[in-house]
């Protein structure tokens, strides 16, 4: 018997890579026939960053994207409001990453076939499960015939199967669709020009009204690849039930709304418009839940704690997930108790990150100074002072577990 793994995501991925380097066999199932890259441009966070350098991913994610320098927030004006180095330059001892989703997703999966060959079963979806005293009869389906599968024997089982988890509906069947928060975002990617100083993250405007840029590859000759997003405000009875990560989005849908956002930095009408493709997803979460390890079965990633893209720490959350989950399955064995182990050092402290980000996270501050200048400012000092804002970057790094003394000072994860 094994550790059986169910989604072939950056979590499950992250999971089966740190149970290879503990010595602990695995196998992961993927509902889909051909894993291909998804997504678009997401951050890694140097605490998340710390743990795939532990697994000599460092070269092959300075090849993949951009080593963050600096995030910025402005208002709708194009006036700053805020700005700190990220990163290495503010003093972790990793960098941060910003980096196509689908390309990090890519990466692990290379690495897990080389190092480890097929431990990957795809068109497998996970159907449920019979829990015994010592060992659990996982129930699966062929996603090409529909038809089920020999079901097989695990010492436990992870769902690392996203937001729309099957192994959660089956701990909490009652739970419901994800909950939306009001907000529609359309996302893409542009070739354009490298803009303050070609290694910034920027959030502009407020929560009802925002555009977040970074690039996520340098194209050489002053170009990057431009990873964007479009957030706007939906009335309660928009139609945002369509979970559909890979549905088309329309320019003409929210372009409007950022028309005079011509900044000296960049054109952002001009990014929208230039965008290869476009893609619209509703903004959604899950509520936190009291426990994620029911006996042999735990959920990890969003199956455990769906966030909202704010403060760029969801794919980061899910492979701290990874590292202490495969940590405690190494000291107790593929047990009960490993699970147990996990969901106390895990589930409080990204239930918090949750939370968090469903009350805007750290970009509060882009709400609290349109609401203190709603035509403008001529200088942040006027409206929002130094103390306020470092106030507010510092409150969510420690909810997050980036505060960069405690960071650089504790030993990795698979070594606590």
């Known amino acids: 018997m094994t550790v059986l793994i169910a989604g072939a995501g950056i979590g499950g991925l992250a999971l089966g890579l740190s149970l290879h380097q503990a010595g602990v066999p695995f196998r992961i199932v993927e509902s889909v026939r051909d894993i ?4 678009v441009g997401i951050n890694l966070q140097p605490h998340a960053v710390r743990e795939l350098f532990e697994l000599g991913l460092e070269p092959e994610l300075d090849k993949l994207g951009i080593r963050t320098g600096a995030l910025a927030y402005v208002s709708a004006q194009g006036k700053p409001i805020w700005d700190e180095a990220r990163g290495i330059g503010a003093g972790y001892r990793w960098p941060q990453y910003s980096l196509h989703r689908g390309g990090l997703q890519m990466l692990l999966l290379r690495t897990l076939l080389d190092r480890v060959g097929d431990v990957i079963e795809t068109a497998t979806a996970l159907d449920g499960w019979t829990q015994g005293e010592s060992h659990l009869r996982v129930h699966l389906t062929d996603r090409t015939t529909g038809q089920r599968k020999q079901s097989r024997e695990a010492s436990v089982l992870i769902g690392c199967d996203g937001i729309n988890s099957v192994t959660r509906q089956r701990l909490f069947p009652d739970e419901g669709v994800a909950r939306w ?5 359309w996302r893409g990617v542009t070739i354009g020009p490298a803009f303050l100083g070609g290694k910034t993250v920027v959030m502009a405007g407020r929560k009802d009204q925002k555009f977040v840029v970074y690039p996520i590859e340098d194209m050489g000759d002053g170009n990057v690849l431009i990873n964007w997003i479009a957030d706007l405000e939906k009335p309660a009875d928009y139609d945002w039930n369509k979970q559909d990560w890979s549905r088309e989005g329309v320019i003409a849908d929210f372009a409007s709304h950022f028309a005079d956002w011509r900044f000296d930095w960049l054109d952002i009408p001009w990014v929208i418009e230039n965008a290869e493709r476009v893609w619209e997803y509703p903004m959604v979460d899950r509520d936190p839940l009291p426990r994620w390890s029911h006996g042999r079965v735990t959920l990890l990633g969003d199956a455990a704690h769906a966030m909202y893209p704010i403060g760029s720490n969801g794919a980061s959350q899910s492979i701290l997930d990874a590292r202490v989950l495969a940590r405690e399955i190494r000291r107790h064995g593929p ?18 990150v949750v939370l968090a980000n469903r009350n805007d996270g750290p970009d509060k501050v882009l709400d609290e100074v349109a609401a203190r200048a709603p035509n403008g400012f001529d200088r942040i000092e006027d409206v929002m002072s130094l103390d306020e804002l470092e106030r507010a970057a510092s409150a969510y790094k420690a909810i997050a577990g980036m505060n960069i003394e405690a960071l650089n000072a504790r030993p990795a994860l698979m070594d606590l």
Request: glycine content about 12%.
């Open 36 to 39: 291909r890259p998804m997504g």
């Open 335 to 352: 047990t009960a108790r490993a699970l147990e182990a996990y969901d106390d050092d895990r589930r409080v402290p990204a239930n918090k």
């Open 181 to 185: 928060g009001g907000t529609i975002m």
